[in-house]
T-cell receptor
Framework: DAKTTQPTSMDCAEGRAANLPCNHS???????VYWYRQIHSQGPQYIIH???NNETNEMASLIITEDRKSSTLILPHATLRDTAVYYC???????????FGAGTTVTVRA | GAVVSQHPSWVICKSGTSVKIECRSL??????MFWYRQFPKQSLMLMAT?????????EQGVEKDKFLINHASLTLSTLTVTSAHPEDSSFYIC????????????FGSGTQLSVL
């Protein structure tokens, strides 16, 4: 059973922020929210993860709602190279068996 | 950062032959590695968990005699697709966990297998 739900696809303009939503209403207290992306014909790439606080790194920001039932990945200035499938995954730290849903296909347009 | 190397990137083989795919953790020891399969326009599906020094654990529906996994060292796991057939054509991806950095799981670049 899918533990997260994401929109199937979204477009965004180059240079603009891309906001990718994810619902995880059944998340447990010890589960983290992870985001990976997969560029065509490559392995998934780690983006960011968080438990309950908002997180930011050089790639993106992660905003987690107070009830932890949803989150948003923010790519601050999308480039054409950010075109990829983005996966939102919940996991506990000791569980390395990631379950991938369908993800969101993000297309950045010039 | 930690890197997982996968080789080859792509392979074409004749039906009935066997193909071996290697997955290496380059700068950390991985007691556990994972093998995924991805068909076109679909998501990644976990095939098996590779455990160093012991037998692999296969997901339901994955034939262990067809997809042989060997994890002989802390830095290398291999997946052998035996007697490959066209329906085995797929994108195979490995991942490895760094026990010292549990928060991240690293993926290889994938292997595109085409069986003629």
């Amino acid at each position: 059973d899918a533990k997260t739900t994401q929109p199937t696809s979204m477009d965004c303009a180059e240079g603009r922020a891309a906001n990718l939503p994810c619902n995880h209403s059944t998340i447990s207290g010890n589960e983290y929210v992870y985001w990976y992306r997969q560029i065509h014909s490559q392995g998934p790439q780690y983006i960011i993860h968080g438990l309950k606080n908002n997180e930011t790194n050089e790639m993106a920001s992660l905003i987690i709602t107070e009830d932890r039932k949803s989150s948003t990945l923010i790519l601050p200035h999308a480039t054409l190279r950010d075109t990829a499938v983005y996966y939102c995954i919940v996991r506990v730290l000791n569980d390395y068996k990631l379950s991938f849903g369908a993800g969101t296909t993000v297309t950045v347009r010039a | 950062g930690a890197v997982v190397s996968q080789h080859p990137s792509w392979v074409i083989c004749k039906s009935g032959t066997s193909v071996k795919i290697e997955c290496r953790s380059l700068d950390f020891q991985a007691t556990t590695m994972f093998w995924y399969r991805q068909f076109p326009k679909q998501s990644l599906m976990l095939m098996a968990t590779s455990n160093e020094g012991s037998k692999a654990t296969y997901e339901q529906g994955v034939e262990k005699d067809k997809f042989l996994i060997n994890h002989a060292s802390l830095t290398l796991s291999t997946l052998t697709v035996t007697s490959a057939h066209p329906e085995d054509s797929s994108f195979y991806i490995c991942s490895a966990s760094n026990q010292g950095r549990r928060e991240k799981l690293f993926f290889g670049s994938g292997t595109q297998l085409s069986v003629l």
